[in-house]
T-cell receptor
Framework: AQSVTQLDSHVSVSEGTPVLLRCNYS??????LFWYVQHPNKGLQLLLK??????LVKGINGFEAEFKKSETSFHLTKPSAHMSDAAEYFC???????????FGTGTRLKVLA | KAGVTQTPRYLIKTRGQQVTLSCSPI?????VSWYQQTPGQGLQFLFE???????NKGNFPGRFSGRQFSNSRSEMNVSTLELGDSALYLC???????????????FGPGTRLTVT
């Protein structure tokens, strides 16, 4: 069975400081992992994905994530937050043959001026 | 390439009615998935279609159904609407040829359904 746990429902950071959004997953087989962002009243946009290649994945807008199999984690980071990063972020797991994504409950990121 | 489009964007229905939502995938994408997003339950998987066949479905009652046409466009239908069906319904498309998990999904803007 697959599952995703996003450890923080809300995260607040000051503009210019680092961002860390935490995600742990459970999957019976080698998973693919994704991070999506959703701005208010918008659809979801793919930030980055892990598909068993490099464990450190770089995405759009300066975000990156590291796949750690031993810790079953896929945390999202950004060195310096920008006001435009304020949004909800979803960690997603998918396993071959299941044809579906399993979404985490989301982390709402607030960026303070 | 045009993105995933969903129509209508907003919909208001009354309890007991039925509704049909439409999704046009990115050109060349043959897999279409549907999700329901609510504040209480988050994003929940409804079903996935590939080449007109449903390959997987989530844990929703039979009132929720879908189909896919030969041009990969998809519709989902909800019959006998309940207040709890009020949600943002998101459609996503992907290449999804072999069920490989690395094919990312591209999401449409969603249809906001309000049931009164």
């Amino acid at each position: 069975a697959q599952s995703v746990t996003q450890l923080d429902s809300h995260v607040s950071v000051s503009e210019g400081t680092p961002v860390l959004l935490r995600c742990n997953y459970s999957s019976s087989y080698s998973p693919s992992l994704f991070w999506y962002v959703q701005h208010p009243n918008k659809g979801l946009q793919l930030l980055l994905k892990y598909t068993s290649a490099a464990t450190l994945v770089k995405g759009i807008n300066g975000f990156e994530a590291e796949f750690k199999k031993s810790e079953t984690s896929f945390h999202l980071t950004k060195p310096s937050a920008h006001m435009s990063d304020a949004a909800e972020y979803f960690c997603v797991v998918s396993t071959s043959g299941t044809y579906k994504y399993i979404f985490g409950t989301g982390t709402r990121l607030k960026v303070l001026a | 390439k045009a993105g995933v489009t969903q129509t209508p964007r907003y919909l208001i229905k009354t309890r007991g009615q039925q509704v049909t939502l439409s999704c046009s995938p990115i050109s060349g994408h043959r897999s279409v998935s549907w999700y329901q997003q609510t504040p209480g339950q988050g994003l929940q998987f409804l079903f996935e279609y590939f080449s007109e066949t449903q390959r997987n479905k989530g844990n929703f009652p039979g009132r929720f159904s879908g189909r896919q046409f030969s041009n990969s466009r998809s519709e989902m239908n909800v019959s006998t609407l309940e207040l709890g069906d009020s949600a943002l319904y998101l459609c996503a498309s992907s290449l999804g040829n072999t069920g490989k998990p690395e094919y990312e999904q591209y999401f449409g803007p969603g249809t906001r359904l309000t049931v009164t």
